[in-house]
T-cell receptor
Framework: DAKTTQPPSMDCAEGRAANLPCNHSTISGNEYVYWYRQIHSQGPQYIIHGLKNNETNEMASLIITEDRKSSTLILPHATLRDTAVYYCIVRVGERMNTGNQFYFGTGTSLTVIP | NAGVTQTPKFRILKIGQSMTLQCTQDMNHNYMYWYRQDPGMGLKLIYYSVGAGITDKGEVPNGYNVSRSTTEDFPLRLELAAPSQTSVYFC????????????FGEGSRLTVL
């Protein structure tokens, strides 16, 4: 699975959009981009994933560049509850024999400031 | 649905002791995983299972054992505990490999002294 690079920390003002970047320059054509977040000491929580098209759900939007070498997770209106560590992971989607072996790096620690 | 339930939430062990971390899920997920997270670090995969009776090693399996006799349960056994095993342990499950959504438990914080 491709490695990812994320900034170690970011701040965002409450109510503003939080844009979290991720570089994955060695991504392969069949690898998906996944985002999870971990609030304080809780278990990670799935946010969104995509292959090459931009994706949006009730939590966030995922923008993937045309060459797929980088992506951005967007939290449109950040709240204090969005303060967490955000993990960007790339991996092959279909792995019936091995399940979802996600390899988590150290992520980006997002602090939403009042 | 309770989701993924882990017990105990906290435990202190002495060096050389053994224990089992319990994990159960009520979502009928085929896939289950154990991760550990050291302070300030990301999660590392210890073991995983793609179904009852099938388990395999992840990144950091040494010092641990698992079994999967039922779909619901995936216990993690620590043999001869060492200070290096002080960590927070997370169990997770998933239904589909394609959607990528892992459901995590609340974690078990283990300290080995």
């Amino acid at each position: 699975d491709a490695k990812t690079t994320q900034p170690p920390s970011m701040d965002c003002a409450e109510g503003r959009a939080a844009n979290l970047p991720c570089n994955h320059s060695t991504i392969s054509g069949n690898e998906y981009v996944y985002w999870y977040r971990q609030i304080h000491s809780q278990g990670p929580q799935y946010i969104i994933h995509g292959l090459k098209n931009n994706e949006t759900n009730e939590m966030a939007s995922l923008i993937i560049t045309e060459d797929r070498k980088s992506s951005t997770l967007i939290l449109p209106h950040a709240t204090l509850r969005d303060t967490a560590v955000y993990y960007c992971i790339v991996r092959v989607g279909e792995r019936m024999n091995t399940g979802n072996q996600f390899y988590f790096g150290t992520g980006t620690s997002l602090t939403v400031i009042p | 649905n309770a989701g993924v339930t882990q017990t105990p939430k906290f435990r202190i062990l002495k060096i050389g002791q053994s224990m089992t971390l319990q994990c159960t899920q009520d979502m009928n997920h085929n896939y289950m995983y154990w991760y550990r997270q050291d302070p300030g670090m990301g999660l590392k995969l210890i073991y995983y299972s793609v179904g009852a009776g099938i388990t395999d090693k992840g990144e950091v399996p040494n010092g641990y054992n698992v079994s999967r006799s039922t779909t619901e349960d995936f216990p993690l056994r620590l043999e001869l505990a060492a200070p290096s095993q002080t960590s927070v342990y997370f169990c997770a499950s998933s239904y589909s490999t394609h959607t990528g959504e892992l459901f995590f438990g609340e974690g078990s914080r283990l300290t080995v002294l």
